[in-house]
């Protein structure tokens, strides 16, 4: 009997110990999960932080939950094609004039708004090619809402240049009777360039009658300096450029970002018996890719994005405002946001963010915080 002693007065001594604990639990439960929220709040959207000790079997058997619920994707950075139709005929071009669609000016305002509400922080307009609808004017008209209605923080345009005029930049420059530079509305300008032999450029179906493209760029690089846009080259590697020494030339143009990208095929595009280009001559191997990369090193402004990097880490919009998906190697849409919302059309993007952020995605965007020496 002597040997239950010690059992007995543990016994007597948790009763003792239990109301005095409980209390102790019940008062540090609610300061946990207030740290909890408060460090998943500072760490950001993706912050994971462990089930607290003791709970691991419970959190356990609940399956996913014990990573936390699955918090939507934020279309931080969003390229909105809202026109299909070009007047180029780039034989690689892997998002072709399949309609003719434009979306009203309303309607468009009221997606980007949508967008914005949702957590997009950039705004890159693109096409087909943007200027060629109603002259520039409906996309200066999107570029002005973002900025002063909006506040995004970039607002930029890929384009291929041949249609901008300086009179653009000049339109676009004053706000509310103020004289303001164009920059206070666009961050970023970015102009296609795959060559700087003009040849070259023909060739691909970078090019329109007597205009030299490379000319036209040289242009355009003065008017950004003056009007206080940054300056930024897109130039797609394929077959007839992969060998060119691009080294000089973009020194000299000095873009804030010289953005070189790998040919791809994307079924339905460039590619398939559904597609209105055939871009199987154009494309290159990842070893000529690298090569390319590996002797232009020295340029300073090189973003490269092979095929990896560059096929789902976008967030795409087409005309219709639906998030295309290329996972499977072609641009399957989701619903438009216009009628599902963002959050649900987002689901369906294939959005890679991980790679998004792995390509340099994130980087200094406002021309405010480039500090550019103009």
């Known amino acids: ?52 000790r003791g709970q691991g079997e419970r959190q356990e058997s609940r399956g996913e939950e014990e990573e936390g619920p699955d918090l939507p994707t934020a279309p931080t950075s969003v390229n909105y094609h809202f026109t299909r139709q070009c007047n180029y005929k780039c034989g690689f071009c892997f998002h072709t004039a399949k309609t003719s669609f434009v979306l009203p000016l309303a309607e468009a305002k009221r997606g980007l708004r949508m967008l914005q509400a949702a957590g997009m ?88 009658g007597k205009k030299n493209h490379v000319e036209n760029l040289q242009k355009l690089r003065a008017w950004c300096r003056d009007y206080r846009v940054a300056f930024k080259i897109n130039s797609v590697i394929n077959r007839f450029n992969v ?65 990896q990097k560059m096929k789902d880490s976008y967030l795409i919009l087409d005309e219709y405002m639906r998030f295309l998906n290329c996972r499977n190697g072609r641009k399957d849409p989701s619903k438009s946001i216009l009628d599902v919302g963002v959050e649900e059309a987002i689901k369906f993007s294939g959005f890679d963010e991980k790679m998004f952020l792995k390509r340099g995605g994130k980087y200094v965007w406002s021309k405010a915080d480039l500090k550019l020496d103009w």
């Open 1 to 52: 009997m002597w040997m239950l002693a010690p059992f007995a007065l543990a016994g007597k001594l948790l009763s003792a110990l239990r109301k005095p604990l409980g209390s102790l639990w019940g008062s540090v439960v609610p300061w946990f999960f207030w740290l909890r929220s408060a460090l998943w709040l500072a760490g950001g959207k993706n912050t994971r932080l462990p089930p607290p």
């Open 121 to 208: 922080e950039k705004i890159n307009f693109s096409g087909g090619e943007p200027f060629i609808h109603d002259r520039g004017e409906y996309l200066g008209k999107l570029v002005r809402f973002c900025k002063e209605e909006l506040r995004l923080p970039s607002v930029s345009i890929v384009s291929n240049g041949s249609l901008i005029r300086e009179r653009w930049f000049q339109n676009y420059e004053k706000l509310k009777g103020a004289h303001f530079s164009s920059g206070e509305y666009l961050d970023i300008l970015a102009i296609s360039c795959d060559s700087f032999d003009e040849q070259v450029n023909v060739l691909i179906g970078r090019g329109q």
């Open 243 to 307: 060998d060119e020494d691009m080294r000089e030339p973009i020194k000299a143009l000095n873009p804030v970002r010289w953005k070189v990208f790998q040919c791809l095929l994307i079924e339905g595009e460039n590619s398939g018996e559904e597609a209105l280009r055939e871009a199987q001559q154009f494309v290159i191997s990842d070893e000529e890719f690298e090569g390319f990369l590996d002797r232009h090193n020295e340029v300073s402004c090189l973003v490269p994005e092979s095929n």
